[in-house]
């Protein structure tokens, strides 16, 4: 299995620009979750999708981001415009949904975004 | 609400010296929780987890932890430093299956040779 996929894995936009993170989760996987690594905050959840719904999207900054997952095997996160305190690392991971009690999330490499 | 401190933001050791990073959770579930590691410019790896079951629990490249309910702990340690080591260790906790991870803002190992 090629584990979850990311893309781009580097993206330097200027500030107002739209972006677009792509991620792949692996195949059987129903659980998607976006998160976002800063010097200041650590790494902290934006949203997570099970079966492609969004279940929790609290930790969204602004309207100006934006989470899809259109099917079971894609999910985009938009930022539009975006602005340079949106420089970070954004993870996407995944995890089965089984009937065990626990299930393993599994990372992507990251998406590493600088907003110049 | 759940919350994760993990206390040292840099812990530096010399090599074959003992690791031990430590964790300190809050949640008004039994958790499960988790220690992750990630090297430079790459994504997190578990390392270990606890769920339910035997409290010392052990993870890869010689790493284990125990989980302490009492003290609301889970420290991880390892007996002898590598080179290798060297790279961010977060610890997470999460209160149910499919639910999403809280983090602690990580502790960064160097290994001194």
């Known amino acids: 299995d090629a584990g979850v996929i990311q893309s781009p894995r580097h993206e330097v936009t200027e500030m107002g620009q739209e972006v677009t993170l792509r991620c792949k989760p692996i195949s059987g996987h129903n659980s998607l979750f976006w998160y976002r690594q800063t010097m200041m905050r650590g790494l902290e959840l934006l949203i997570y999708f099970n079966n492609n719904v969004p279940i929790d999207d609290s930790g969204m900054p602004e309207d100006r981001f934006s989470a899809k997952m259109p099917n079971a095997s894609f999910s985009t996160l938009k930022i539009q415009p975006s602005e340079p305190r949106d420089s970070a690392v954004y993870f996407c991971a995944s995890s089965p949904s089984t009937r065990s009690s626990y299930n393993e999330q599994f990372f992507g490499p990251g998406t590493r975004l600088t907003v110049l | 609400a759940q919350s994760v401190t993990q206390l040292g933001s840099h812990v530096s050791v010399s090599e074959g010296a003992l690791v031990l990073l430590r964790c300190n959770y809050s949640?008004?579930?039994?958790?499960?929780l988790f220690w992750y590691v990630q090297y430079p410019n790459q994504g997190l790896q578990l390392l270990l987890k606890?769920?339910?079951?035997?409290?010392l629990v052990k993870g890869i490249n010689g790493f284990e932890a125990e989980f302490k309910k009492s003290e609301t702990s889970f420290h991880l340690t390892k007996p002898s430093a590598h080179m290798s080591d060297a790279a961010e260790y977060f610890c997470a906790v999460q209160n149910s299956g499919n639910t999403p991870l809280v983090f602690g803002k990580g502790t960064r190992l160097s290994v001194i040779a």
């Open positions: 606890y769920t339910t079951g035997a409290t």
């Open positions: 949640s008004s579930v039994p958790p499960y």
